[in-house]
């Protein structure tokens, strides 16, 4: 189940590259049921946390204006506070606190190839870059699309949940609890308004003209293209660097 096109994009579909959000609307695609687990849980504990919403507050409600649409989580209409809930892997929530990595020393090798060497142990801290950009880029136009239907927003916050738990990977990255929360800052009404109507602009472009956007600049090395791109098998470049050889993915 995914969200049908109706003309005019989400705001979760401005925010992705333009050439991923094109292939998704003009073709017909799979997914892999077991690369969508994770995202099923994210969307089922969204549908549980909507059926207990305390008293003033707002849940799940959807806002447009002339380029796009956009669905909160919650609202806290005394404090005037928008809140979202994430669920992402550990690694991805470490990053959003701003841990950085740093080797530390921990201790000798006794024996093997390596004895009396340095161990040396990758460690997390804090004290990073929060890297937080394109959550930023979400929830600074929520927030632009409530304050244009007459909802003011003093302050965002995100909740972050650990989708696979707090084990020993969730630990090894500095993480201590199940779920943290954090302020945004976000971006100012008047450049988040642009870039979304840039982004706008060159969906429709596309669109209307039947024209492919250009190769995705988010792509993690082409992990992303690889392993969590469902319209791939349609992508020129995919196609190009990794089935020309055998055809198959």
């Not at 995914?2 to 017909?28: C, F, H, M």
């Not at 161990?119 to 136009?141: A, C, H, N, P, T």
């Not at 642009?194 to 982004?199: C, D, E, G, L, N």
Request: charged residues 30%; proline residues 2%; contains cysteine.
């Amino acid at each position: 189940k995914t969200r049908a096109w109706y003309g005019k994009p989400s705001v979760t579909q401005l925010i992705k590259d333009t050439r991923q959000t094109y292939l998704e609307i003009k073709n017909e695609y799979a997914i892999d049921p077991q690369k969508s687990i994770a995202s099923m849980i994210g969307t089922n504990s969204h549908s549980l946390m909507e059926g207990n919403v305390p008293n003033g507050f707002l849940s799940e409600v959807r806002l447009e204006d002339d380029i796009t649409s956009g669905q909160f989580d919650a609202y806290d209409m005394k404090n005037k506070t928008l809140i979202d809930f994430k669920f992402f892997g550990a690694y991805r929530i470490a990053m959003a606190l701003g841990k950085r990595s740093h080797w530390v020393a921990n201790g000798v090798y006794q024996r093997g190839a390596n004895k009396g060497k340095t161990k040396w142990e990758l460690k997390f801290e804090d004290g990073g870059v929060r890297d937080v950009l394109e959550i930023s880029k979400q929830l600074s136009y929520y927030r632009y699309l409530m304050k244009q239907h007459g909802l003011e927003v003093k302050d965002i916050k995100v909740q972050m949940l650990i989708r696979g738990g707090l084990d020993k990977t969730a630990k090894s990255y500095g993480l201590d609890r199940m779920s943290y929360v954090i302020r945004l800052n976000g971006i100012s009404d008047r450049w988040i308004r642009m870039y979304m109507k840039a982004k706008y602009d060159k969906l429709m472009y596309a669109l209307e003209h039947d024209e492919l956007p250009p190769v995705c600049k988010v792509r993690w090395n082409d992990l992303k293209c690889k392993d969590y791109c469902s319209v791939n098998e349609f992508c020129p470049y995919y196609q190009e660097n990794y089935l020309k050889n055998n055809g198959k993915k």
